[in-house]
């Protein structure tokens, strides 16, 4: 797919990594297709692209069993706000989480992680501008999360966040890798299609990419 949008995200991922003395593979590329039909994605999937995120498991499920059949080495991300009910099916379907943001969903998964074999890498969602509508632990409250998921028998690999709309993200970037660094964590999943190449100089290992690679959504905007 030369001269893409994929190729493009790409290229800036790399000059944005290099800029920061950072190899371009310790970057992962998420494409997010929450609303995206499989029409939209099979291209991304022929091109050779793997790593995809959704923000609702019903929506996932819908569509990505059929195109992992297809792809057997998709590797699918739960990005959006995940319910403990529906906990079981996200483990079943998803390869990593980056949503976990309270114990009662850290219950939730640690039993059904056990009783279906599977465990989950998950990241720790921080609410890093703490606003009230948007998911995500408060900053205070993430060692003794970090501590509970442990115990619980899940592997933390990171911290997750969204910074504030319409805010400048470089310091809340910048929070974030402070408090992996404090505790003792690598993963990073920060940094969306406006803001990848600033998270990527921050620390990201993780970027999520919606509308820079599939367009704006004809409905919701994101």
């Excluded at 949008?5 to 800029?19: H, Q, T, V, W």
């Excluded at 003395?21 to 499989?38: F, H, N, Q, W, Y």
């Excluded at 994605?41 to 793997?50: A, K, T, Y």
């Excluded at 890093?128 to 690999?157: F, H, M, N, R, W």
Aim: charged share 25%.
């Amino acid at each position: 797919m030369a001269n893409s949008p994929l190729e493009a995200i790409r290229s800036n991922i790399d000059k944005a990594a290099g800029i920061a003395d950072r190899k371009p593979s310790e970057i992962a590329l998420i494409a997010v297709s929450k609303t995206r039909g499989s029409e939209e994605i099979r291209p991304l999937l022929e091109s050779g692209h793997r790593l995809f995120g959704e923000n609702r498991v019903q929506e996932a499920m819908e569509k990505w069993p059929a195109l992992k059949a297809d792809f057997p080495d998709i590797e699918l991300h739960m990005i959006g706000q995940l319910q403990s009910n529906k906990a079981a099916e996200a483990v079943a379907l998803f390869d990593y989480i980056h949503s976990l943001d309270r114990p009662s969903l850290i219950k939730e998964l640690a039993k059904e992680m056990k009783r279906q074999e599977r465990q989950i890498p998950c990241f720790l969602q921080v609410n890093i501008g703490e606003e009230p509508q948007k998911g995500g632990c408060d900053i205070e409250a993430v060692p003794e999360l970090l501590a509970q998921a442990t115990s619980a028998g899940i592997e933390i690999v990171g911290l997750m966040a969204v910074p504030p709309d319409h805010e400048n993200p470089v310091p809340y970037f910048a929070l974030l890798a402070k408090l992996a660094r404090e505790a003792g964590l690598v993963g990073l999943s920060m940094g969306m299609s406006g803001d990848f190449e600033q998270a990527v100089k921050l620390g990201s290992t993780h970027v999520r990419v919606g509308t820079a690679l599939f367009g704006p959504r004809p409905t919701a905007a994101g």
